[in-house]
């Protein structure tokens, strides 16, 4: 159940149904079959630069001198600023420009692997277990999957089916983020075995 509930987390927060519209407008200039393989190339970058994240979480942590407290207080923050931009969301600088093929920026940094997915990524390696590696290869396969059949799944959702399970994913996303806030304030005022 917990590998179940870290890898819906990890999708709500790499976001690939508010992703696919954003991206498939950055390569509105290219074909169906070309902005399939720039998507799982991307997926694929991002899947080793989180895999790279949970390896050397626990030790960034330690070098830093972070604690368990102190990552749930940030993450949560980072996510609920994340999950108040899907919810109201802005203008992008990004949303016009058009890309010759991104290599990495942005689509796999930070539109998959964002700040937000690498801070639970560390709050998970920190917990330690092959947890997060199986949690990682699921969310990134399901987020792969789902970016590659974007342009049909954008067809099928419409503008507005994308903005409403964008919306629906931020306050999935808002309500996880309080309770990573909750939790974090509570480990750190709670009293010393």
């Known amino acids: 159940m917990e590998l179940i509930s870290s890898i819906i987390l990890l999708v709500i927060i790499m976001d690939p149904f508010g992703n696919l519209v954003l991206i498939n407008g950055l390569l509105s200039d290219f074909d169906a079959k070309q902005r399939q393989k720039i998507m799982v190339r991307e997926s694929i970058i991002a899947f080793v630069i989180l895999i790279g994240c949970a390896l050397s979480g626990e030790r960034i942590l330690t070098f830093l001198g972070l604690e368990q407290p102190a ?58 277990g092959a947890l997060v590696y199986q949690a990682l290869f699921c969310a990134c396969l399901i987020t792969t ?13 419409g503008k507005r089916g994308s903005i409403a399970v964008e919306r629906l994913t931020g306050m999935l996303l808002i309500m996880i983020s309080v309770q990573t806030l909750l939790t974090g304030f509570k480990n750190y005022f709670a009293p010393a075995a």
Request: aromatic residues 10%.
């Open 145 to 157: 999957i789902i970016l590659f059949f974007s342009p049909v799944i954008g067809k099928l959702l």
């Open 71 to 128: 990552l749930r207080i940030s993450g949560g923050i980072i996510l609920f600023l994340v999950a108040l931009g899907m919810v109201f969301p802005k203008k992008s600088f990004m949303e016009t420009e058009k890309l010759e093929d991104p290599l990495i920026v942005p689509i796999a940094m930070p539109f998959i692997a964002g700040p937000s997915t690498i801070s639970i990524v560390f709050l998970m390696s920190h917990q330690g």
